[in-house]
């Protein structure tokens, strides 16, 4: 099955700074890329995907880059706020989960992303 | 409603005592997921249902685990006999379309604590 790592498991900046979070994957069939951010008490919640179709997709001071020959997916966040302090996830999904495509995600372990006034 | 609800917020149960928890998906949603969120890191798949059909329940960790949607909307999550590791975040997550990729809609989960 599929396997993501996420790097780095924390990340400090100072506001207005950039933030960057990388992940790998393993199973060359997955073609879609979410990420979530996850607030304290609350279910995560989605702030831009990727499909494997494209390379870069952007979203105001979002933006998510895609090597799949690297099998490496990355998450960019410009000019940070502090609110956007919270955990963030990658995923990817398992094409070959039984031969169905719904959407079943595998989740990176999360980055704890602190935004420092 | 307006999002995907799950009750109760917060459960704490003794070791051995059986739990249901609930998920109300998003009006009209075909598809239905449950996570399970351990303390730190990310969520894991445990099964999914596509309307009232029960697709893959391939991550449901043991045989107390048990997930049904009779009529295609509101979800159960029942875990018998409950145990420590047993202990985490049941995320539950819905999307209008089935067999292709979207982000689908997380509710804010229900916290277990098996004591």
């Known amino acids: 099955g599929e396997n993501v790592e996420q790097h780095p498991s924390t990340l400090s900046v100072q506001e207005g700074d950039s933030a960057v979070i990388k992940c790998t994957y393993s199973?060359?069939?997955?073609?879609?890329f979410p990420w979530y951010k996850q607030e304290l008490g609350k279910g995560p919640q989605l702030i831009i995907d990727?499909?494997?179709?494209?390379g870069e997709k952007k979203d105001q001071r979002i933006a998510v880059t895609l090597n799949k020959t690297a099998k490496h997916f990355s998450l960019h966040i410009t000019e940070t706020q502090p609110e956007d302090s919270a955990v963030y996830f990658c995923?990817?999904?398992?094409?070959?989960?039984?031969?169905?495509?719904?959407?079943?995600?595998?989740f990176g372990q999360g980055t704890i992303l602190t935004v420092h006034p | 409603g307006a999002g995907v609800s799950q009750s109760p917020r917060y459960k704490v149960a003794k070791r051995g005592q059986d739990v249901a928890l609930r998920c109300d998906p998003i009006?009209?949603?075909?598809?239905l997921f449950w996570y399970q969120q351990a303390l730190g890191q990310g969520p894991e798949f445990l099964t999914y249902?596509?309307?009232?059909?029960?697709?893959?329940k391939s991550g449901l960790p043991s045989d107390r685990f048990f997930a049904e949607r009779p009529e295609g909307s509101v979800s159960t999550l029942k875990i018998q006999r409950t145990q420590q590791e047993d202990s985490a975040v049941y995320l539950c997550?819905?999307?209008?379309?089935?067999?292709?990729?979207?982000?689908?809609?997380f509710g804010s989960g229900t916290r277990l604590t098996v004591v």
């Open positions: 009006s009209g949603h075909v598809s």
């Open positions: 990727i499909r494997s179709n494209v």
């Open positions: 199973d060359s069939a997955s073609n879609y």
């Open positions: 997550a819905s999307s209008p379309i089935h067999g292709t990729y979207y982000g689908y809609t």
């Open positions: 249902f596509q309307n009232e059909a029960q697709l893959d």
């Open positions: 995923a990817a999904s398992d094409s070959n989960a039984g031969g169905t495509s719904y959407g079943k995600l595998t």
